[in-house]
């Protein structure tokens, strides 16, 4: 295709206001998701009460528990029936109550005795986030009453105690400073630390790239209606329907890569674009298959939500589904947002793509269509 | 009688549609149980059923590692959270995380458990999870790993404090041995009751939705609003011609509007109807839990199907405006499936509305998918069915009347 039909294509698509308004989603979209993951939000909500404000076990608590990630937010309450009332009402995850003596129960548990009162959880119903709210109080209380353990351990050693005190004192400067675990995705590209808000934002602007490839499907058929290709004869007519729908993607594509790009949320800007040029490919073929299977405007307006749905729900735009694979490989936008991350993916998505070819030929072919 | 008549043409235009609507109502009832099932398959936990499966890989110290999935496996609360599998060769256990038969892989480097036992911590566990979005759940894994680092740590603080303590107070070797031996049997057993400092009191869900009510309510009310797509076909007109036409022969846009909707909301009522049935059938054999669904009386699913055709009505009503609005093939086709699941999304239909800031979760619930999800939502937990009840029938009228003016304005074009 050339450069001049190139720009006619993208003058007349300038002209639609559909287009238009479609490009322009990806910056609102974008920064929107920006603004929703700057303002406070928590993934789990956690009311304190202290019976004894001034324990120093609770005040412990408390301080280690202002330390863990702003996702989870914990907030302190007057009133344990308060606290109690805004679980009921769901407008916490959970109320924790901290007994008056949470000094003493923390030297029992250090003594490896069964404490007398213990720190009462409320929730709602349970589950698996509660389950780890659990696991990360106990946790922080250990980090607590460890010295405890120790003290009680080396008092158990000697008869004479003299300067026990003084390691006790230094028993967190003792702590290791290395890290027990490391991170790390499978693959070779890593991209900075994101808000959770913010992590759906890549899937969510494949599946706007989704759509625009359904609209340059609905685009195509209208311009076929017009004639319009009367002036842009071919033999090769899928050829030029690629053409076509590159046309329709690139700019799309171009603006998903600047707003990835600009926000920070991008693994390198060779990766992305090599990602993204395969991934249009993909999109361009799927859409096509599409629109050859149903061929008219008013199915693809009921198809379109069905792929979207089910893109969404296969790819991992919110939950990476485990154990589906199969199905899961159906779809384009699962390659794209896993090979964002790992090359492994990548060779999938151009197999895929290949895939496509063969099954674009076959109906081609079945159907003998004119384009 | 020429308002029957505008409806009855109407009605018959929308019940070509009705055998193409249903069977593509089922496609969505599919789609949506599935997206239901995965959603919930997200958040669901219960005691002894196994989430997640994490590999546990490391070529040497088998014994080290044997023992430790043992001992978590048998002892341990996080064995109601995860299950833990043994792998030898990266790459099987590679391959299983790509295939997502895992969700995380742990790599133990060579030579870890000696770097624990000298307490140097030099080498640390490489902890995989596979490409893609981590979402929340990451949030959690994250959590998760900070927190056995910190039981391993400062188990590790005490034994280097115990050491050096008895060093100074000039103890031998074999001294410190044997109390360092006994410290971390001591920590072993305050790690192994940790779950003693706790206990758990469950409230139930006396106010609000249980995790299962809601993504129920949700996926209900997005079920409902996709079906539209089904019969897209009822709004996708060329022209304004046929209404122009109605116009002119005296029958009022009110009437118009009144006649359309009906038409398309009896046809969306026999779609819903036909899918609650299996849904019914589900819960009353206990295929399907939701513990707001305290009876499966007959009387009692009724009344549900019945606040379900009311917040039909708002959806039907804000979809029939959202089709009037734009104007164009491509445009109904494109937009109007972008707005509803934009607003469905904002407004908690697909995930927690609780996760979003506080303004965003304003904006959602306002919204007239929102406003359906509060109605359906306090018949479940039978509060504020008033308020609810109210604002429905204000964003129906005021619906309505935007509706009015936009026909108006269209043909007087």
């Not at chain 1, 303002?39 to 789990?44: E, F, G, Q």
């Not at chain 2, 971390?184 to 305050?190: L, P």
Request: proline share 2%.
């Amino acid at each position: 295709m050339s450069i001049r039909r190139f720009n006619l294509l993208n003058k007349r698509l300038y002209k639609q206001a559909t287009y238009v308004i479609l490009l322009l989603m990806i910056p609102i979209a974008v920064t929107l998701f920006k603004v929703a993951a700057g303002s406070d939000s928590h993934v789990m909500r956690i009311g304190i009460y202290a019976e004894d404000k001034d324990a120093v076990a609770a005040r412990s608590l408390m301080d280690e528990l202002s330390k863990v990630r702003e996702e989870i937010s914990f907030t302190e309450y007057a009133s344990r029936d308060e606290a109690i009332k805004n679980v009921t009402s769901a407008k916490l995850d959970e109320a924790w109550i901290i007994p008056a003596d949470i000094d003493e129960t923390f030297e029992r548990l250090a003594a490896g005795r069964q404490p007398k009162s213990t720190i009462t959880v409320y929730e709602r119903e349970q589950g698996v986030t509660h389950l780890f709210m659990q696991e990360l109080l106990e946790s922080k209380a250990f980090k607590i009453y460890a010295p405890g353990v120790f003290e009680i351990s080396a008092g158990k050693v000697l008869d004479d105690e003299g300067g026990l005190d003084e390691f006790v004192k230094t028993f967190y400067d003792k702590a290791p400073g290395n890290s027990i675990f490391s991170y790390s995705r499978l693959g070779e590209n890593s991209v900075a630390e994101e808000s959770y808000l913010l992590m759906p934002v890549r899937g969510l602007l494949a599946i706007l790239l989704l759509i625009t490839s359904f609209a340059a499907s609905i685009f195509y058929m209208e311009d076929t209606e017009n004639g319009l290709f009367i002036y842009w004869h071919s033999k090769f007519k899928n050829l030029r329907a690629l053409g076509y729908y590159s046309v329709v993607m690139v700019n799309s594509a171009v603006l998903v890569l600047l707003a990835l790009v600009l926000s920070g949320m991008n693994v390198g800007i060779v990766s992305e674009a090599v990602n993204m040029a395969v991934y249009c490919v993909a999109l361009i073929l799927f859409s096509m298959i599409v629109r050859m299977i149903f061929g008219s405007v008013k199915t693809m307006g009921v198809v379109m939500p069905l792929v979207v749905i089910m893109s969404i729900v296969l790819s991992p735009v919110f939950i990476d589904i485990k154990g589906l694979r199969a199905v899961q490989s159906l779809v384009p936008s699962f390659y794209y947002l896993m090979s964002t991350y790992d090359s492994y993916w990548l060779v999938r998505m151009c197999l895929y793509c290949l895939c496509e070819v063969a099954v674009l030929e076959v109906i081609y072919r079945i159907k003998q269509i004119k384009l | 009688m020429k308002y029957g008549r505008y409806f009855l043409a109407q009605l018959k235009r929308i019940k070509k549609l009705l055998p193409e609507m249903l069977c593509l109502s089922v496609l969505f009832f599919g789609v949506t149980f599935f997206v239901g099932k995965t959603l919930i398959a997200g958040s669901d936990y219960e005691a002894g059923k196994i989430k997640y499966r994490i590999g546990i890989m490391g070529k040497e110290e088998e014994s080290f590692i044997d023992m430790g999935i043992f001992l978590l496996e048998s002892f341990d609360d996080s064995k109601y959270m995860m299950e833990l599998v043994k792998y030898t060769d990266f790459e099987e256990a590679k391959s299983d995380l790509y295939d997502g038969t895992l969700s995380a892989l742990c790599e133990i480097p060579a030579g870890f458990y000696d770097s624990i036992n000298y307490l140097s911590n030099d080498l640390s566990i490489k902890y995989y999870t596979a490409a893609g979005s981590r979402g929340v759940t990451g949030v959690f894994m994250d959590e998760i790993t900070g927190i056995i680092s910190d039981y391993i740590v400062y188990s590790e603080a005490g034994i280097l404090s115990l050491y050096d303590y008895l060093d100074y107070k000039g103890a031998s070797a074999e001294m410190q041995n044997e109390a360092v031996d006994k410290l971390f049997m001591s920590y072993m057993s305050t790690l192994l009751g940790r779950g003693n400092l706790v206990t758990v009191k469950t409230l139930g869900i006396s106010n609000g939705l249980s995790t299962y009510g809601y993504y129920f309510t949700g996926l209900t009310l997005f079920l409902m609003s996709v079906l539209s797509f089904a019969g897209i076909s009822f709004f996708i007109k060329k022209n304004m011609t046929l209404d122009k036409l109605a116009h002119s022969r005296g029958i009022a846009v009110p009437g118009q509007i009144a006649a359309d909707f009906v038409a398309y909301f009896l046809c969306n009522v026999v779609c819903v109807t036909i899918l609650m049935m299996p849904i019914f059938k589900m819960l009353k054999a206990k295929l399907l839990e939701i513990p707001e669904f305290f009876t499966t009386e007959n009387a009692f699913l009724f009344k549900f199907y019945g606040n379900v055709l009311v917040a039909m009505v708002l959806i039907c009503m804000f979809e029939l405006l959202i089709f009037e609005v734009l104007e164009g093939t491509v445009n109904k086709v494109i937009f109007s499936f972008t707005i509803i699941l934009s607003c469905a999304y904002v407004s908690g239909y697909l995930y927690p509305a609780s996760f979003f800031p506080e303004s965003i979760s304003k904006v959602g619930r306002l919204l007239p998918t929102g406003v359906a999800m509060t109605f359906l939502s306090s018949f479940l937990t039978m509060k504020e069915r008033e308020s609810a009840t109210l604002w429905l029938v204000g964003y129906v009228a005021a619906i309505f009347v935007v509706l009015c003016l936009v026909r108006t304005k269209k043909i007087n074009k």
